[in-house]
């Protein structure tokens, strides 16, 4: 046995065995490899900060948590709080509430246009908001939570719009509170939906989904072109609109041209029928709401300390967005008969200024 | 190159098949009398035609066969080197009969073309005593009209599909139509890449040195090689461009729509780039509408291995001329300078070994004053097998979170030697290549700010060198380095 394996060992050294000179040019050569420079040189590197937005922190005392890392959340737009044109606020619905539940978390307030310090440019807490395209986004859709994460190096994780969501949800205080935030989700979202897509001017909506300036009396050529992609990636798929409202979807989806130009009658008169019911729901579903705000301040009251919960921040974005960007629409002629919910969502947002 | 002029070719195809029957000596025979007779026809013709260079000619008159198939005044342009009968001698003759073929063969209207000459039954009263009028017939044999290829490829988990439509000669004065489209994929259900063109081009005013092509186009592929993202183009170009033999322009108009979108990785491809604040804040659509001179000057003997000559290139490109978005930062705006410089020289009298030296360089200026970063689709990269050999796709200049992010300055050269590999035929396509590489790729605010140029932006390139085997294949050059 040994003799044959020594036989084998040997004619395959003869074989396979490289020449001395090749093998000496080949272990001479390359003299040495120098291993990538993986350490990001930022000097080399000019950034974009015009689109960033430092989020400050609280004063520590009166904040319940930390913040653990630096995290930047990745929004449409932003514009001026109608209260304080020095506060910037998310333009989209489920980004503003995103935003105050994660500042309320981490004890921090909404950026400001001008920091006391006078230099937009020089962040200093790694914690802000960044406006960004809806094609920063896997799956198109925004918010986007980008953190770095500290235990590997130069490793950062993303969380999409639905997993935020969903680690929101988890952190509702009862079943009572999540079934009403599932509620807030569905036909509260999908009446926003069709307020932008149906009652919404070209320009309001690339005011609140694109980083139209707001300043800006009219769009242009490009802005315009890509408006329709936008909403058909962004509006449409998220939260499952599309699983509820399947006609509306379809109209909308780039997909099914030839189908809505075909069908576009029988079509119509669906789409008509989806946005009544919601248009129904919705205001049943504020009018619960506003009930349930005459007796407190806040839905849900945190450890007693009057903070806004989850189900506080979400009915707050979108009331506000409602309020600022839907005047002359059903849903602000709904939102203008409840006081309470006007007054509410403006006392959560004052929370983080 | 390839082929010795002595060698025959019956010669050459007896080398290749040894095994071939031997010819009869009655055939052997046969072959070298008509190649006696050929031989004696040409050395006669050269006679005649070396006796009678200065005699004066007269065109009298031009038949045209195939001249349905073009334009009146396309045909008057490119025939017009034999419309143009003063002190034509036979020597101008053949040497604008030259120049009309080369015409029509910039034009990619024919496919070959034949010409016969006779001599006039009756002499002309402008034609000297000496003279002789002629009367000559050229026949256009044109290209096919229409064709079309369509295929696929399929691979190991990967294939594309392609289509490609040619309509020639449309309206007879040179027009032609492309519709080429290319998709791609390299997993069941995903598209890595896609293009579709659509060209429209003729020769610019009837001049066959001139050219016009309009392009519309949509590509879409799949960068991997930083943090994983698609680059979709779509657009117009509108071209001039010129065709002689050493020296040429081009000026383009390109207007493009452009969209970066990021995309999960891949699971063909186990990228380490995570995403870095640059490639998100570059997400989104943005607008180029740009202006870009050329010059190039071309006189090497073979693109892709040239063994003498001399090329020449400089492109600059100015963007920002239609602001189409009202956010200043989605429109492109500066000025991009590109160079580049090959020098291939014989080192020894029979082609056997040779060295190219090569330079190139380039520069952007950002002229936005909002916005302080390039478009990634703008900048420069370095590095790769194709461009600095030794450094990975791209490896080279600033990176964030260790993916390659470009930079707008950038400059790298290279010096090849070429020698014959021993024991090989003289016209082997295999030479043994020995290289050194250098370039540096860098992100400079103004070019003018930097006092000592040399110490803050030439020095300490990265520089590689080795050694391999290179083939020069007739459509591509194949190179084995360490």
């Not at chain 1, 653990?68 to 209260?83: A, D, E, I, R």
């Not at chain 2, 082609?351 to 030296?357: K, P, Q, R, S």
């Not at chain 2, 520069?363 to 194709?386: A, C, E, K, Q, V």
Request: charged letters at 20%; proline letters at 4%; aromatic letters at 10%.
């Amino acid at each position: 046995m040994a003799s044959i394996s020594s036989s084998s060992s040997s004619s395959s050294s003869s074989i396979w065995r490289v020449p001395e000179p090749i093998k000496a040019v080949f272990d001479t050569f390359p003299l040495k490899t120098y291993s990538a420079n993986k350490k990001s040189d930022l000097t080399l590197f000019p950034q974009n900060t015009t689109n960033k937005f430092e989020l400050i922190k609280k004063d520590q005392d009166q904040s319940q948590f930390s913040s653990q890392g630096n995290f930047q959340l990745g929004v449409y737009n932003v514009s001026k709080y109608v209260k304080d044109p020095n506060v910037l606020i998310p333009t989209d619905p489920i980004c503003l509430s995103t935003l105050l539940i994660i500042n309320l978390r981490n004890g921090l307030l909404l950026p400001k246009v001008k920091f006391p310090e006078g230099d937009n440019g020089n962040i200093k807490n790694n914690n802000f908001i960044t406006i960004l395209s809806y094609h920063a986004s896997y799956d198109g859709e925004l918010p986007l939570l980008i953190e770095d994460n500290s235990g590997k190096n130069l490793q950062k994780s993303i969380k999409s719009t639905s997993l935020i969501n969903d680690l929101n949800l988890t952190r509702c205080t009862d079943n009572k509170e999540f079934f009403k935030c599932q509620v807030v989700d569905s036909i509260l979202y999908d009446c926003w939906v069709i307020t932008v897509l149906y009652e919404l001017s070209d320009l309001q909506k690339l005011k609140i989904y694109t980083d139209l300036l707001n300043d800006k009396e009219n769009s242009m050529v490009l802005d315009t072109l890509t408006l329709n992609d936008l909403l058909a990636s962004t509006l449409i798929t998220r939260f499952s609109f599309n699983i509820r409202n399947e006609n509306l979807a379809s109209y909308w989806s780039n997909n099914n041209l030839i189908k809505n130009l075909v069908y576009r009658r029988s079509l119509l008169a669906k789409i008509e029928m989806e946005k009544n019911s919601i248009f129904r729901k919705t205001l049943e579903i504020l009018e619960i709401f506003e009930q349930e705000l005459a007796k407190s301040n806040f839905f849900l009251e945190e450890n007693n300390k009057e903070l806004p919960s989850i189900l506080d921040c979400k009915i707050a974005g979108l009331v506000y967005c409602i309020l600022q960007w839907c005047e002359g629409s059903k849903l602000y002629a709904m939102i203008n008969t409840l006081p309470n919910l006007k007054s509410h969502c403006y006392r959560c947002i004052d929370k983080c200024i | 190159m390839s082929l010795n002029e002595n060698d025959s070719v019956i010669e050459r195809i007896s080398e290749i098949r040894p095994s071939q029957e031997r010819k009869s000596e009655l055939e052997l025979l046969q072959e070298q009398k008509l190649e006696i007779v050929q031989s004696h026809t040409r050395n006669y013709l050269n006679s005649i035609l070396e006796q009678n260079a200065s005699k004066p000619m007269r065109i009298q008159s031009l038949n045209v066969v195939g001249a349905q198939n073009f334009r009146e005044s396309f045909l008057k342009r490119q025939l017009y080197p034999l419309l143009v009968n003063d002190k034509l001698t036979l020597e101008n003759l053949l040497e604008n009969i030259d120049a009309v073929k080369l015409n029509f063969l910039k034009t990619q209207t024919i496919s070959n073309l034949n010409f016969k000459i006779d001599s006039a039954y009756f002499k002309s009263r402008s034609t000297p005593a000496n003279g002789i009028d002629l009367l000559t017939t050229l026949q256009l044999i044109p290209v096919k009209n229409f064709t079309a290829k369509i295929g696929t490829n399929v691979g190991n988990g990967e294939g594309d599909a392609y289509l490609t439509v040619n309509y020639r000669n449309i309206f007879g004065a040179g027009e032609n139509l492309t519709f080429d489209t290319n998709v791609s994929s390299s997993s069941i259900g995903a598209k890595t890449r896609s293009t579709y063109l659509l060209n429209f081009n003729l020769p610019f005013n009837n001049n066959p040195n001139w050219r016009l092509d309009n392009i519309a186009y949509s590509t879409n592929r799949l960068i991997d090689w930083c943090v994983p993202h698609e680059q979709h183009i779509t657009g117009f170009t509108n071209r001039i461009s010129s065709q002689y033999e050493f020296f040429n322009h081009e000026f383009s108009v390109e207007n493009i729509l452009r969209t970066i979108k990021l995309t999960r990785p891949t699971t063909t491809y186990t990228n380490q780039f995570t995403v870095n604040d640059d490639i998100l804040s570059q997400c989104g659509e943005s607008f180029k509408s740009s202006f870009i001179y050329s010059l190039k000057f071309d006189s090497r003997d073979n693109p892709l291995l040239p063994s003498s000559g001399v090329l020449f290139k400089n492109s600059t490109e100015l963007a920002g001329l239609i602001p189409l978005s009202s956010n200043s930062e989605k429109n492109a705006k500066f000025i991009k300078n590109q160079f580049e410089f090959q020098l291939a020289q014989k080192l020894t009298s029979n082609n056997l070994n040779f060295f190219n030296f090569s330079l190139r360089g380039g520069y952007i200026h950002n002229l936005s004053s909002t916005n302080n970063t390039l478009n990634i689709m703008d900048r420069f990269y370095l590095g790769g097998p194709n461009d600095l050999r030794g450094f990975a796709l791209n490896g080279l200049g600033p990176k964030l979170s260790g993916s390659p992010i470009g930079g707008n300055f950038f400059y790298g050269g290279n010096l090849s030697l070429f020698n014959h590999v021993p024991k090989t035929s003289i016209d082997s396509n295999f030479k043994i290549h020995s290289f050194v590489n250098f370039g540096k790729l860098l992100n400079i605010k103004d070019l003018s700010d930097h006092d000592n140029f040399y110490e803050n932006i030439l020095k300490d390139p990265s520089v590689a060198t080795g050694f391999g085997i290179v083939y020069k294949h007739p459509v591509a050059r194949f190179e084995l380095n360490r």
